[in-house]
């Protein structure tokens, strides 16, 4: 009786995996809008539709976390990882939803110069999910969060130096308040990733 109980524990990370996988289609989907902005209405509608299927896997691991008697680590840290990763597909959303709704006639500048640091920031938050199977990798882990914490870094230098422009060169004060708008969004998006970074860290040591 007691071992039906205890945890597939393996559907877990499946899950973590598959909702990394939905996060790094909607950067692909971010990245094409970027290139062919033209159709930013199609791809601001497939990147909502990844914003949903994110938050799909998102409430099966709550619902598996519920039905789960033991759980692979805390349940606040799987919680915790899960929130934040939704939140990065949320923010990239959100900038992505901005520049359709304001209508802007193209990117704001350095906005791929952002993205490339988000995609950066989520390749290394994604391989070390990955690894959270196997205690072995620990060492590995540890060095993706330091690298995360320098892209994150990069993110903030990036946005102080966009926004500084942004203020002294923008003409139209609009203009100025949606462009900063889409800047943060991204930047927060870096951001969580080093809160993901950081939880993972949490969760090596505790099972260490």
Same mark, same amino acid.
């Given at each position: $009786?007691?071992?039906?109980?205890?945890?597939?524990?393996?559907? &877990?990370?499946?899950?973590?995996?598959?909702?990394?996988?939905?996060?790094?289609?909607?950067?692909?989907? &971010?990245?094409?809008? #970027?290139?062919?902005?033209?159709?930013?209405?199609?791809?601001?509608?497939?990147?909502?539709?990844?914003? %949903? /299927?994110?938050?799909?896997?998102?409430?099966?691991?709550?619902?598996? $976390? +519920? +039905?789960?008697?033991?759980?692979?680590?805390?349940?606040?840290?799987?919680?915790?990882?899960? /929130?934040?990763?939704?939140?990065? $597909?949320?923010? #990239?959303?959100?900038?992505?939803?901005? $520049?359709?709704?304001? /209508?802007?006639?193209?990117?704001?500048? +350095? !906005?791929?110069?952002?993205?490339?640091?988000?995609?950066?920031?989520?390749?290394?938050?994604?391989?070390?999910?990955?690894?959270?199977?196997?205690?072995?990798?620990?060492?590995?882990?540890?060095?993706?969060?330091?690298?995360?914490?320098?892209?994150? %870094?990069?993110?903030?230098?990036?946005?102080?130096?966009?926004?500084?422009? #942004?203020?002294?060169?923008?003409?139209?004060? &609009?203009?100025?308040?949606?462009?900063?708008?889409?800047?943060?969004?991204?930047?927060?998006?870096?951001?969580?990733?080093?809160?993901?970074? +950081?939880? !993972?860290?949490?969760?090596?040591?505790? %099972?260490?």
């Amino acid at each position: $009786m007691f071992k039906k109980l205890l945890p597939k524990e393996h559907r &877990f990370f499946e899950l973590f995996e598959q909702q990394t996988v939905v996060i790094k289609k909607g950067l692909d989907l &971010f990245e094409l809008l #970027l290139r062919e902005y033209s159709r930013r209405k199609e791809l601001t509608q497939q990147i909502k539709e990844m914003e %949903n /299927d994110a938050d799909a896997v998102a409430h099966q691991i709550y619902r598996l $976390m +519920n +039905n789960t008697f033991v759980t692979p680590f805390d349940r606040e840290d799987i919680q915790t990882l899960v /929130d934040r990763m939704d939140d990065v $597909m949320d923010l #990239l959303e959100k900038a992505s939803a901005r $520049m359709e709704i304001y /209508d802007l006639p193209a990117p704001p500048e +350095n !906005i791929g110069k952002m993205l490339a640091i988000l995609r950066k920031a989520f390749d290394r938050i994604s391989s070390a999910v990955g690894m959270l199977r196997d205690w072995k990798h620990r060492d590995a882990i540890f060095q993706i969060c330091v690298e995360v914490n320098s892209l994150e %870094n990069q993110g903030d230098t990036l946005l102080r130096i966009s926004l500084e422009r #942004l203020f002294k060169e923008a003409s139209d004060p &609009f203009y100025v308040i949606k462009a900063k708008e889409i800047y943060e969004s991204l930047e927060d998006a870096i951001d969580r990733c080093e809160d993901l970074s +950081n939880v !993972i860290e949490t969760i090596i040591i505790k %099972n260490a």
